[in-house]
Each structure stands twice: as C-alpha cells, then as structure tokens.
C-alpha cells in the first residue's frame, strides 16, 4: 500500500510545483511578430502567458538604425499584459526587445520585429 501511495503523491507534487515554477513567456504580440503593417501604430503590446514583476519588465522598440522609438511600458491590472507607447514612426524595420521577470524570480527574453510600410496613396 505505501509503494501505491508514493506513486500517486509523486504526480501531483510535480503538477504543483509547474504551476508555482512558471515563467511569464509572451503568448501574442500587437503588431504580431514579423507582420507588415500599413499604418504607424501607437503602441506595442505584448500579452504574457503568467505574471509578471512590473517594475521588473520591459518592453523597448528599437528602429533599424537602433534608435529607441518607445516610451515607459505600462502593465495592465492583471499584470499580464504589457503596453509601451510608440512615437510616430517612419516606414523600416523595427525590432521589439522584451524582459520580464515573472513573479518567482525567473527572468526571460527574447525579441521580435515587424514591419511599418506604408500604403501608396
């Protein structure tokens, strides 16, 4: 009977401990990752998968010459999704770099870039 016991206590121990070890990884991105976009956007957001350390997470858009186009990212309540404000930009590249630390001390990054090319009118 205790070798059936271990052997269902084991399970859930990891299932709980992936749930309290968990990571705050990007799960969507606006603009999206690698997209081509007709109008300048105002901002960039970026949608995590857990919670985050606001203090500790950013969001930063950089153009092709590598100049900061963004201001102050701001978090939303649920501190899930992050918000940084765009200046107008000039058609070209751009590459957003992101940070986070998610809320048990774990950092991640990473990065992606779109596109700003205007339609002819």
Do not use: C
Request: net charge negative; hydrophobic share 40%.
């Amino acid at each position: 009977m205790n070798r059936i016991s271990s052997f269902l206590i084991v399970p859930l121990i990891v299932i709980g401990a992936s749930d309290a070890f968990a990571h705050a990884f990007p799960d969507r991105f606006s603009p999206a990752e690698a997209s081509v976009v007709s109008e300048s956007p105002s901002s960039v957001v970026v949608h995590f998968d857990n919670t985050f350390d606001s203090s500790a997470t950013k969001v930063r858009v950089l153009n092709q010459n590598g100049d900061l186009v963004s201001g102050a990212s701001t978090p939303s309540g649920d501190h899930r999704t992050l918000t940084t404000a765009l200046k107008p930009l000039a058609p070209g590249q751009y590459f957003v770099k992101w940070s986070a630390l998610s809320q048990d001390g774990d950092r991640t990054m990473g990065a992606f870039s779109f596109t700003f090319k205007p339609e002819p009118h």
